[in-house]
T-cell receptor, first 112, second 113 residues
Framework: NAGVTQTPKFQVLKTGQSMTLQCAQD?????MSWYRQDPGMGLRLIHY???????DQGEVPNGYNVSRSTTEDFPLRLLSAAPSQTSVYFC???????????FGSGTRLTVV | GESVGLHLPTLSVQEGDNSIINCAYS??????FIWYKQESGKGPQFIID?????DKRQGQRVTVLLNKTVKHLSLQIAATQPGDSAVYFC????????????FGKGTLLTVNP
């Protein structure tokens, strides 16, 4: 099993550009989430999904969109990148039967 | 221990010593808590969890203690090794569900050989 796979690992965007961060898991987990990690701020929840076709906002959703068309994939879209979105983004998944997220290795995004 | 400030709390120990990392959680309604380890350049890795109906849980070289009265969580690492050097986060299910976790700011553990 690959676990949670995130692509790309690094990305530099110009202000105003859009892009999609990809996340895929092969563990058949129902729940998936996106977090951002900033220095001294810990991990903050952006969006989450409890199953295919169901998404909801987390603590810091502004400027991001998500969709969950399949159980495996949970892409995060930046609509119009801003320097404040410079961060490390982590995707995570969890089974309803288990506890404790499995995290991907992260995408380091810089917006200039 | 963890704090709401911008500076990451740090703990420096000698190899072979025991480490204790503390966390003050925020929501008295939280009933599930997790400790994660994050090495440089990697995603957080699950270490151990505990439910609110317990006050202690042990794993391999790690023990988590929960004090609900003062909303305090601690992670004890026995015989700390250089490979234990990382940032450690506590998390709580303050949203009432196991898939909405609120994370602490983290504590940087450095193990000196």
């Amino acid at each position: 099993n690959a676990g949670v796979t995130q692509t790309p690992k690094f990305q530099v965007l110009k202000t105003g550009q859009s892009m999609t961060l990809q996340c895929a898991q092969d563990m058949n987990h129902e729940y998936m989430s996106w977090y951002r990690q900033d220095p001294g701020m810990g991990l903050r929840l952006i969006h989450y999904s409890v199953g295919a076709g169901i998404t909801d906002q987390g603590e810091v959703p502004n400027g991001y969109n998500v969709s969950r068309s399949t159980t495996e994939d949970f892409p995060l879209r930046l609509l119009s990148a801003a320097p404040s979105q410079t961060s490390v983004y982590f995707c995570a998944s969890i089974s309803s039967a288990n506890y404790g997220y499995t995290f991907g290795s992260g995408t380091r995004l810089t917006v200039v | 221990g963890e704090s709401v400030g911008l500076h990451l709390p740090t703990l420096s120990v000698q190899e072979g010593d025991n480490s204790i990392i503390n966390c003050a959680y925020s929501n008295s309604a939280s009933d599930y808590f997790i400790w994660y380890k994050q090495e440089s350049g990697k995603g957080p890795q699950f270490i151990i969890d505990i439910r609110s109906n317990m006050d202690k849980r042990q794993g391999q070289r790690v023990t988590v203690l929960l004090n609900k009265t003062v909303k305090h969580l601690s992670l004890q690492i026995a015989a700390t090794q250089p490979g234990d050097s990382a940032v450690y986060f506590c998390a709580e299910n303050s949203g009432g569900s196991n898939y909405k976790l609120t994370f602490g700011k983290g504590t940087l553990l450095t193990v000196n050989p």
